[in-house]
């Protein structure tokens, strides 16, 4: 009876390794394009100021192959320019606080960040912008950093956009690609088809 338990089991690990072998790839261009291109909107944002603060999710409690990918390629891109420098806040967000939230950055933590670096030129934030009240909204108005929010979009963009609240936003677009779209070529095309690029002066819903 033992001898057929340790069978079943190394059959099992074997057939677990195989399949998970066969597991499709994730495609990591559209992902690399999205950090690199976010990274060169907020540069040019950001004029003379030199520090770019990110906040994301911690991505050491769960794999997250994609958020990973943007945030390498963003930090590469925006550290090739001299006297950049980029300090990541990562947010720990479980499935409750997630649930919580709805995905966005909580206000809390927005707030410190905001108090953490008065100095800051660009803000870049890979979550839903955080729900703030009509206080917390004007006292953004005088702080010095440019937002760029990188997440699905949400209703509530349009006002902040309209305001310069939000300096920028990139969301994923909503609409399906023709049949005979090409694969693309390069960084910009990967980012053109798969997201859009929101700002002051374009504040519509992505297509």
């Known amino acids: 009876i033992l001898g057929c338990l340790v069978v079943v089991v190394l059959l099992s690990a074997a057939s677990f390794n195989f399949f ?4 499709p790839k994730i495609e990591l261009n559209p992902y690399q394009a999205l950090g690199i291109v976010a990274a060169e ?3 040019k944002l950001m004029g003379d100021r030199g520090q770019i603060v990110v906040a994301a999710q ?19 891109a925006a550290l090739k320019k001299p006297n950049v420098t980029v300090a990541l806040e990562t947010i720990a967000m479980d499935p409750l ?7 966005r950055l909580p206000a809390a933590r927005f707030l410190k960040m905001l108090a953490d670096y008065p100095k ?7 979550l839903g912008f955080p729900q703030l009240s009509a206080q917390e909204l004007d006292a953004l108005e005088h702080h010095p950093a440019k ?28 609409d399906a690609l023709p049949e005979t779209t090409q694969k693309p070529r390069n960084l910009r095309e990967w980012l053109d ?3 859009v690029i929101l700002a002051a002066d374009k504040p519509a819903a992505p297509r």
Do not use: W
């Open 58 to 76: 911690d991505t050491s409690q769960y794999e997250m192959l994609a958020l990973a990918a943007q945030l390498k390629a963003f930090q590469a």
């Open 97 to 103: 606080m997630m649930m919580t939230t709805g995905g």
């Open 193 to 195: 088809q798969e997201y």
């Open 20 to 23: 998970r072998g066969r597991e």
């Open 147 to 174: 937002t760029v929010v990188v997440a699905a979009y949400r209703a509530d963009y349009q006002p902040l956009l309209e305001r310069r609240l939000i300096d920028l936003a990139i969301v994923p677009r909503l």
């Open 41 to 43: 909107e907020t540069l």
């Open 120 to 126: 800051a030129g660009g803000i870049v934030v890979f």
